[in-house]
C-alpha cells in the first residue's frame, strides 16, 4: 500500500525497542502487540533500528532481521523507516536490505568515527543512497558542529527527504532550514520535550520512544502542535516529562531502559537492555517510574 512519505515525516517517528528473548537474542515477534497498539491510537511511522531500537548494540546480521520481521509485522499499515549506520559497507549491506525488507525510507544514523569530516561524511552518505536503491532518505543529525553549509551540502543530496534533528540549538536549525530546500522535511529529534521550540523555529514532527509505552499521549501532543496550540502541547508534555526525566538520567544511559522497564510493568517482555546501556534502574529510579505509570494508569 503506498503512503505519502512527506505527510508521515511530519508526523510522529516512532522508535521501537529491539526485544530479547531469555537466550538474549532479537525477538521481534514480541514487538507485535507494542507495534498494534502505537498505529492503532495514530502513529504515523514506525522506525526499526533507530536508538532507543539499542541500534549500535545490535550487530548488522540482528538489525537486518529486525527490519525483515517488523517490515512483515507492519504489514503496508504505515511506512516504515528503516535505520542504518555503523561503518559504510555495513550501512550500505543494510540499506540494501532494508530495501529489499520493503522499507519506505532510510534513517542515516550520523557517522560516530573519531575522524569523521563534512566532505567524507557527503561521501557516506552518497554510498547509503545508493545501495538503497532509490529509498528516500532522512539524515540523523546528532552533531551540528560540521556547520551550516556542510548540512546543506548534504541535505541537497539527490534522495534526501528530511533531516531529523537532535541538538539543542533552535537558531543553528533556523538557520539550516533557511540554508536548504524548502521541500526538506525537518523533524525534531529529540522527542516530544523539544518538539515545541523545534516547532517554532520550522520544525514539524517529531521521534518518540514514549510510544512504545503510552503512544495516545504522543498523539495528543502531536495534534496540539499541528493545531498551533503551545499552550495544551506544552501541558500534556508536563504530564510526561517525569518519565523522560529518568530517560536522561546517567548521561542518557537510562534512555532505553525505562522504557523497557516501563514495557515489563505492563506485562510485554522485551528482555533488558544491552551494556553499556544501564540495566536495570535503580531502586529510585524505580519507584519514580512506577509512580509515573500509577498516576497516569498505564499499568
Not at 100 to 125: C, E, K, N, W
Not at 140 to 149: A, V
Not at 223 to 228: N, R, S, V
Amino acid at each position: 500500500m503506498p503512503h505519502d512519505l512527506d505527510t508521515a515525516l511530519t508526523g510522529i517517528s516512532g522508535i521501537l525497542v529491539t526485544p530479547y528473548d531469555d537466550a538474549g537474542d532479537v525477538a521481534p515477534a514480541r514487538l507485535a502487540p507494542i507495534l498494534d497498539r502505537a498505529l492503532a491510537a495514530g502513529v504515523h511511522m514506525p522506525v526499526v533500528n533507530g536508538n532507543t531500537g539499542e541500534f549500535y548494540a545490535l550487530t548488522t546480521d540482528e538489525a537486518c532481521t529486525m527490519v525483515r520481521e517488523v517490515a512483515t509485522l507492519v504489514d503496508g499499515r504505515a511506512p516504515l523507516l528503516a535505520g542504518v549506520g555503523r561503518g559504510v559497507r555495513d550501512a550500505c549491506h543494510l540499506a540494501r536490505a532494508s530495501a529489499d525488507a520493503g522499507a519506505s525510507a532510510l534513517m542515516i544514523h550520523q557517522p560516530p568515527d573519531p575522524f569523521v569530516s563534512p566532505r567524507g561524511t557527503v561521501d557516506y552518505v552518497k554510498a547509503v543512497i545508493d545501495a538503497g536503491g532509490g529509498l528516500p532518505v532522512m539524515l540523523y543529525l546528532r552533531n551540528d558542529t560540521m556547520g551550516t553549509q556542510a548540512i546543506a551540502e548534504l541535505c541537497a543530496l539527490p534522495g534526501v527527504k528530511g533531516v531529523k534533528w537532535a541538538t539543542p540549538n533552535p537558531l543553528k536549525l533556523a538557520a539550516a532550514i533557511a540554508a536548504c530546500d524548502p521541500g526538506i522535511t525537518w523533524v525534531c529529534g529529540l522527542a516530544e520535550i523539544w518538539a515545541p521550540p523545534l516547532y517554532v523555529v520550522g520544525a514539524r514532527g517529531f521521534t518518540s520512544g514514549l510510544i512504545n509505552v503510552w503512544p495516545e499521549r504522543s498523539v495528543a501532543i502531536h495534534a496540539a502542535l499541528a493545531a498551533g496550540d503551545y499552550d495544551k502541547a506544552n501541558s500534556l508534555i508536563a504530564g510526561m516529562r517525569s518519565f523522560e526525566e529518568i530517560r536522561a538520567e546517567e548521561l542518557n544511559g537510562t534512555n532505553v531502559t525505562a522504557v523497557k522497564a516501563a514495557l515489563l510493568a505492563q506485562g510485554f517482555h522485551c528482555g533488558p537492555t544491552r551494556p553499556p546501556s544501564a540495566w536495570p534502574l535503580t531502586d529510585a529510579q524505580q519507584a519514580r517510574l512506577d509512580d509515573f505509570l500509577a498516576t497516569n494508569g498505564l499499568t
